[in-house]
């Protein structure tokens, strides 16, 4: 079916069902969360065809960067939920001190309500579904905003979305600015958003007139650190090319510049050359009709990379080609400086810039010279270079050894620092942003005797006593 928009009466008139749908709490049995739960993993698996094509067809990925960061992480992430919510929602006994002991203090997972999660082009699936998997887990019911530069991909979610899942609980709403705007008027009870710092300040403000808690997932500049002489320099090229190659660098956990010991320059550039000719032998290269590289979202996009080609005063060293207006080849840009056009935003794109620096102390003061990034990788076999960079700066995550995505290992939180955003996911730590923990005390009239000191009129007596947590001896150290 063609791209549609959703009108403002449809969203507005779901948005009304999906709020009844939570007060007549028809999401809370957790039979039903477990039935919704899994027929999202069906709707995946058994369209994964169909909905590879629209990945293909919105972003030119091989069927290979649909299945490994998208379809697996929302397929497997949706049947550990659904395997996991008797855990996660099993009400927590905290220990308390012995003379409340008779309180039956009690924390419970309570969904917030109704939730908007919205999301980005780059990868439209994973960033839209991981967040919902955490809202259907909670209790919660949801609208789903996918970006409108994905009208394939965006529009199969909307056509499956009804034939799969509970309409009057969870939706897909389509359109651009005017529809997520008249989405950010309405009230909601949480909102998700995946995206840019720049609209990632509107969502937030918008949120900030209902006091409505946000989580943004924001992107950046993160970088790494090729440790040359601890480290396997050919393997880190290999596995650093591979990251930045995947959508055709348009990822927010993209490698975005590289530090190298000046020294070591050169052959971290070799080691490049290397890693390219084995990922594309063919005659030219990635922009070669047998290259399974994807491709850049549109001629705007383009413009603006080869744009920033033409302002560096860093060298190419390798690539620099693009074709048409979609297509450009993974290109290594040497001598970078920190005032270079290639260093002022995230590039999102194929461009590897290398910042020579002198040594490690000066990578990571380039780093903390910079806002936080998402993601920083360093290269190394080294316990001292690992620990420095743990110690002495700060990022959503640190990888050591790859440029992989952790989007998929569902035990560990992802999300940003500072600029890269706020709130973290994945796993359980989804179904968290969309539970209020609810604290319960039950104080018995049974022990009204211990209480008597707290009432009017106050003694020295009862000062004395009720002093006691305020007089505790704190330890010497
Ligand atoms: P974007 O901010 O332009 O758009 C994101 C969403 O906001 C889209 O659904 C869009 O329709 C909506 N939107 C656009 N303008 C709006 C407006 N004025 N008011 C309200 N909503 C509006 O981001 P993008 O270009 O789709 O995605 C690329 C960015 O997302 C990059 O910065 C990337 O790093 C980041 N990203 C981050 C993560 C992460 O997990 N941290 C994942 C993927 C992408």
């Excluded at 609980?169 to 389509?174: C, D, E, G």
């Excluded at 609209?199 to 040359?228: M, Q, W, Y």
């Excluded at 601890?230 to 530090?259: F, M």
Aim: charged share 20%; net charge negative; glycine share 8%.
């Amino acid at each position: 079916m063609a791209f549609k928009n959703t009108t403002i009466e449809d969203i507005q008139s779901g948005y009304a069902e999906l709020r009844k749908s939570f007060q007549d709490k028809k999401t809370l049995p957790l039979e039903f969360r477990r039935a919704q739960l899994l027929q999202l993993a069906r709707l995946f698996q058994e369209n994964t065809v169909g909905l590879s094509d629209a990945l293909h067809a919105d972003l030119g990925r091989h069927k290979l960067e649909a299945s490994l960061p998208e379809m697996g992480p929302i397929i497997s992430g949706a049947v550990r939920a659904a395997e996991s919510l008797e855990e996660w929602n099993k009400p927590e006994k905290p220990a308390v001190e012995e003379w409340r002991s008779s309180w039956d203090a009690t924390i419970y997972a309570r969904p917030k309500g109704l939730i908007l999660i919205i999301g980005p082009w780059n990868y439209p699936y994973v960033t839209t579904m991981l967040p919902l998997i955490g809202a259907i887990a909670a209790g919660c019911t949801a609208i789903v905003k996918p970006s409108e530069f994905n009208p394939a991909c965006a529009q199969l979610l909307a056509d499956l979305f009804p034939k799969y899942l509970d309409a009057s609980a969870y939706r897909i709403v389509n359109g651009a600015v005017s529809e997520t705007t008249a989405l950010l008027d309405l009230k909601w009870d949480h909102i998700f958003f995946t995206g840019s710092g720049r609209i990632g300040r509107v969502v937030a403000a918008a949120a900030a007139k209902n006091v409505t808690p946000v989580t943004l997932e924001l992107g950046g500049k993160s970088p790494v650190f090729i440790d040359a002489d601890n480290t396997d320099v050919e393997l880190a090229a290999k596995r650093i090319l591979w990251g930045k190659q995947q959508n055709a660098g348009q990822i927010c956990v993209a490698p975005d510049y590289i530090l190298v010991p000046r020294a070591q320059q050169d052959a971290v550039v070799a080691a490049f050359k290397k890693a390219y000719q084995t990922f594309w032998p063919h005659p030219k290269g990635a922009l070669d009709p047998l290259s399974e590289m994807g491709t850049i979202l549109n001629p705007h996009h383009h413009a603006r990379l080869t744009e920033l080609l033409g302002r560096t005063q860093g060298t190419i060293a390798h690539g620099g080609n693009s074709e048409g207006t979609k297509r450009i080849e993974p290109t290594v840009v040497t001598d970078v400086k920190l005032d270079d056009a290639l260093m002022e935003d995230e590039l999102f794109g194929p461009i590897i810039p290398i910042v020579p620096v002198d040594d490690r102390q000066e990578a990571i003061q380039v780093i903390q010279g910079r806002s936080v990034p998402l993601v920083i990788y360093v290269f190394t076999d080294s316990e001292e270079t690992k620990n420095k960079f743990f110690e002495n700066t700060n990022s959503g995550t640190l990888v050591l050894n790859d440029t992989v995505a952790q989007l998929g290992v569902h035990e560990i939180p992802f999300g940003g620092q500072g600029e890269s955003g706020y709130g973290s996911y994945s796993g359980k730590y989804s179904f968290e942003i969309f539970v209020n923990r609810r604290s319960y005390i039950n104080v018995p009239p049974a022990f009204e005797p211990y209480l008597g000191y707290r009432y009017p009129p106050y003694t020295e007596e009862a000062f004395q006593a009720l002093s006691a947590p305020a007089n505790i001896k704190i330890p010497d150290h």
